[in-house]
């Protein structure tokens, strides 16, 4: 020790290094002792020894290093076993190795360049090295290819030794590529004329008309919605209906003009921060505003303001690049290498909106929002503003004349009280929707320890994590704006091979990653790694269209073949990853609703508006504190597209919750499909669902008198083909038998079309 | 019939019944109401317990006036809350809370030891009180979050967050239910509001929707949408039933898919449905006594109701059942509107426990009854002239009753005011243990999600070894 010091004091570099080796001397310590947890491939509560700069810059309690007062360093005080850290855990170093170290932090701990080269534990993982445009390979069976997805394809099956199956027969082809473009069965007119196009592009025609219909829009809007985690209501207790429809309107819209992938990204991450943002650009940050908001008596504002935070950084993980940011929130992720510091700098990002975080702001507990009043809804208001002002100058004129006691008694002072609260009852609604709106000061952001908001660590700033590509061009603070950028980045390996998995698994069933939301390192290999590569560039290639996405996808051979599962097939690959032949899909709860809607001919199809309330069953809203009114559509609300539905989150619509439709409480990535008795009775007992049997049955009793043209008209509403004559026979043997219980033709009808929006054929595309 | 139809549809009920008949479980595994999914009813350890019944009392009654009796807090009655207790602690209702020190609230309610045991209750329980020796209460247990929603997520899901599975989703998951003709997992209610939080209580989470609580009325349809539609008699729902079944067998054949084998089945389950719901709410064949005993109205939403209806469901093999009973939140108040709600809850609850003892159920069956969290030993000032208590999530009391439990004891325990208990007890380790009973091991019972493995759990939870039988 006292040579140590002695050399210290003497100075000068040689002398310093030859005092306190850190190769021969301190390395030895550490790594005995500290590495195995605080190294750059497992950093403990954020500290990594290994580097001089990640020593430097500490760990998730802040720096460890003392500079200006060395002793009073946190890693030598833990050392000592001074403080609440005390290292290492459950034993202490011996004196003279505490030395070494002291001695080696007053020296400004000292490390050769050479052995301080940093190493990421997954960096060389595939999902981070950048999408490469592969050739499409060769294969024997040219006439199968449609476009270079099927090359792909056909080259894995043939090494399999498997045949594609054949293409689907029209008819199934076009309500497939219906019910999947547009979310709705083609009608038997649409169907008539795509079979009696006999011309080579036909299906081709077909799909641009199914693109360029503002349905399209409609449909692939639910399916974002779902990562949105859109809902009408703020969720937990008290979950008051909140103004958010315009956003979902947005998204509809965006679609329908395919507005690029990148800039339909950039604007709901950060519209607010373009220069001088339009109001359908500020809408667009509703997406981050959609998350559940509580406000219940007696709370920490800051625990839920945070929570919706930490609920924005997972989303971006699940929704962006396919990881699971959310398992680094109270520790380094285990399995990929994202820090917990890493988390929190991507929190910092997101970390300064101007939301309340405490009791006194409870009034403004839905800030920031936006006014979108229209003329008529500022008409209506300053109308009523003005009735308000001249009841209460009645009042207070009236009052004036009355002493406080006689007041209580008085009719007239009653009366006019009565009226004005009647008024206050009926002030007029004004269009809003909830945006972001970034704080002027931004907020400080820390490491929560343990991923606990009242315990702050170290205090971070925005950065991306280091094992992605880093920030370009920004100078001074990094904002929302520069991360949203930073997403739809070319460079970024992953943003674009995520979103075309989610778009493959929606037209195959299961994505070419079968964990569409986690690419890690836990995640499952891509089937065909090199198509979806080929995917993710040909995207970003077309200028982020999804339209031109869509198209490539539903055009190829694979996505064309029949989907009857084949014995061969299911022998060497029984799950058919390999895509021999196409799945069997149980349709979305909304499009099993408007399926139901078209076959019925009651189909609203109005596009956007204000949520709607078609029927619900009896009770199922008082299944949470405040059963809210709701209002049965009469009108054509109450025919209206599934996407339309009030969605209160404590007490969601059972139509669509009980078909798997997710509850809207985090980013859904995938919707898993059930197969229960309470599906089976909401399609046979439902009044929705018997008022649409019924029109159903009026317009099969309308196309003729009778009963085989009668039924080839509901067939061809319902499941767009011909009955075979089986069916025909069972069928019609039911109608007999309804005859003869009920004598009335419509019901004998109504039940013959519940049997067939009951079909599993019906809620499945084939 | 034509022939050839007549053929064609008997050729493809025989291929249904070779190639699924015994498949079908393996087919639609997932998909069958409440069947299990993890390992098929295969459980970790012999199983005590075959159902449970969680009887929640939403909005946290207090432990100090029910269950866990503080001589000593008498002393300290009106006195400031010395600052050692509070020292680090954080509280609902902050801002009003604790503008000036809050004072200590001693109970106004007669204690007295109940049983062989001597189990404390108060007199607000005198049934409970009565059948001391079968119950075992729980004092000192711990919970994590001070606001109504999330503690209620946590004391079901074992996370204040919503989107994770609740026990009654994780325990039919994980064994499956008895109930060929109910739903596995069934969710009652009453007292004048919802619970707070609504469907996320019951939810599955990541899990299938399949094994998500299925909320049940005590009056009109018991579920959702069960009665045919009006002027559709029985005979013709079935003759529609059957040629929905005759039809999607020609699609089977044709498409080999076996999801269409499990759809069939389930719209067989749908109908028995049907005529086993309207049986389950019908109390005609309860006896006068059984009723009395309750406390039970045909035909009324109220808590006896739901604890007869309780019985009669896992009479019928349903896997849990969980009851909710608003308003247990007295702030303001904690004289008039408790005596209230006592008095509602008292009597069934004890008729419930005793009812499954004397029909020889209660061995295979455990009772749980308790909120989300307890009150604070300081008192709590909203309106002049009137008491109550704070939300406090360091220490309340719950009790259990049933097989997979060492009835007539008190486990755990607070210090002498009630606040801070004196042994660790918290609401994973309630979870760990329930899950035991029922042959589940708690470490065990995983499902992947978002990259990684999830337990009810999380990554705590012990086992009350002093509860276990």
Known sequence: MLRILALVVSGGCLLAQQAVDYESKVLPILRANCIACHSEKNITSGLSLETQESLLRGGNRGAVVKKSDPAASLLLQALRHEGDVKMPPGRKLKDEQIAILEQWVKDGVPMPAALMKARRKGADHWAFQAPKRHPAPEVQNVAAVRNPIDNFVLARLEKAGLKPSPEADKATLLRRVSLDLIGLPPTPKELREYLADARPDAYERAVDRLLASPHYGERWARVWLDIARYA????????????????????????????????????????????????????????????????????????????????????????????????????????????????????????????????????????????????????????????????????????????EEKRKTDPGWMERRKNLAELRKHKPEVTQTLIMRELPTPRQSYIHLGGDFTRKGASVDAAVPSVFPQLKGVSGRPTRLDLARWLVDRDNPLTARVTVNRFWQKYFGKGLVDTENDFGTMGEKPTHPELLDWLAVEFMDRGWSQKALHKTIVMSGVYRQASAARADAKAVDPDNRLLAYQSRIRLDAEVIRDSALVASGLFSGKLGGPSVYPPIPAGANSVTQVTREWKTATGPDRYRRGLYTYFQRSAPHPGLVLFDAPDATVACTRRIQSNSPLQALTLLNDEAYFEFAQALADRAMKSGANDETRLKEAFAHALNRTPSETEQGRLLRLLAAQRDSKRDDRAAWTAVSRVLLNLDEFMTRE | MTNPEQRLLQRTRRQLFRDCGIGIGKAGLLSLLGESAFAAGKFH???????????????????????????????????????????????????????????LLATRRKFQRHGQAGTWVSELFPHI???????????????????????????NTGSVRTGRPCMGSWVTYGIGSESKDLPGFVVLQSGPRGPRGGAALWGSGFLPTAYQGIPFRSGGDPILDLSSPAGVTKDEQRQTLDAI?????????????????????????????????????????????????????????????????????????????????????????????????????????????????????????????????????????????????????????????????????????????????????????????????????????????????????????????????
């Open chain 1, 232 to 403: 009408d209501t703020d969720g937990y207790t008290i979950d008051a209906p909140r103004p958010i429809w315009k956003y979902r309107d947005w998204v509809i819209e965006a679609i329908n003009k395919d507005v690029p992938f990148s800039q339909f990204v950039i604007e709901q991450y950060a519209g607010d921060l373009l220069p001088n943002p339009t109001n359908d650009q500020l809408i667009a940050t509703g997406f981050h505003r959609n998350t559940p908001s509580n406000y219940e008596g007696g709370i920490d504002f800051e625990q839920y303001r945070v929570e919706a935070v930490a609920d924005r950084v997972q989303t971006t993980g699940a929704a962006f690049l396919g990881l699971t940011l959310g398992c680094a929130r109270c520790h380094d992720h285990k399995y990929d290498p994202i820090s917990q510091r890493e988390f929190y700098q991507l929190f910092a990002f997101l970390n300064n909106v101007d939301e309340v975080d405490k009791e006194d702001d409870r009034k403004y507990f839905n800030k920031p929002f936006l006014d979108l009043a229209t003329a008529e809804e500022s008409a209506r208001s300053e109308a009523y503003q003005a009735q308000v002002d001249a009841l209460q100058a009645e009042l207070k004129a009236y009052e004036a004349k009355l002493s």
């Open chain 2, 45 to 103: 350890h012999p199983p005590k317990i075959d159902r449970v019944i969680y009887l929640f009392m939403c909005g946290a009654p207090s432990h100090l006036e029910l269950f866990d009796y503080k001589p000593e807090l008498s002393k300290w009655d009106g006195k400031p809350t010395p600052e050692s207790v509070l020292k680090g602690k954080r509280f609902a209702f902050m801002d009003t809370f604790s503008k000036e020190t809050p004072k």
């Open chain 2, 129 to 155: 009180a009565s059948i001391a020796d079968d119950i075992t209460l729980i004092n000192g247990l711990s919970t994590e979050n001070f606001n109504h929603g999330p503690a209620k997520l946590f004391s």
């Open chain 2, 245 to 469: 079944a005759d039809l999607n067998r020609l699609r089977l054949e044709s498409t080999a898919d076996q999801e269409i084998a499990t759809r069939i089945s389930q719209y067989e389950m749908a109908f028995r449905m049907q005529t086993s719901g309207p049986e389950l709410i019908d109390f005609g064949k309860e006896s006068k006594a059984t009723l009395e005993m309750y406390g039970a109205e045909p035909g009324k939403a109220t808590y006896a109701n739901n604890c007869l209806l309780a019985r009669r469901l896992v009479e019928r093999g349903v896997r849990f059942v969980q009851l909710y009973h608003a308003d247990w939140d007295h702030h303001q108040d904690i004289t008039k509107p408790l005596d209230e709600v006592t008095h509602e809850v008292d009597r069934p609850t004890a008729a419930l426990i005793r009812d499954l003892k004397q029909r020889g159920l209660l061995d295979r069956t455990l009772v749980i009854w308790g909120g989300e969290f307890g009150r604070t030993p300081m008192g709590e000032v909203r309106e002049k002239g009137q008491i109550g208590r704070n939300h406090h999530i360091d220490s309340y009391s719950i009790f259990m009753a049933g097989g997979g439990i060492k009835p007539g004891q008190t486990v755990g325990g607070s210090d002498e005011l009630g606040f801070t208990p004196t042994e660790h007890i918290d609401v994973h380790d309630v979870h760990a243990s329930v899950l035991h009973m029922l042959g589940i091991d708690h470490l065990k019972l995983t499902f992947r999600s978002q990259g990684r493995d999830f337990r009810l759990t999380d990554i705590k939870g012990r086992l009350i070894q002093k509860l276990l039988a």
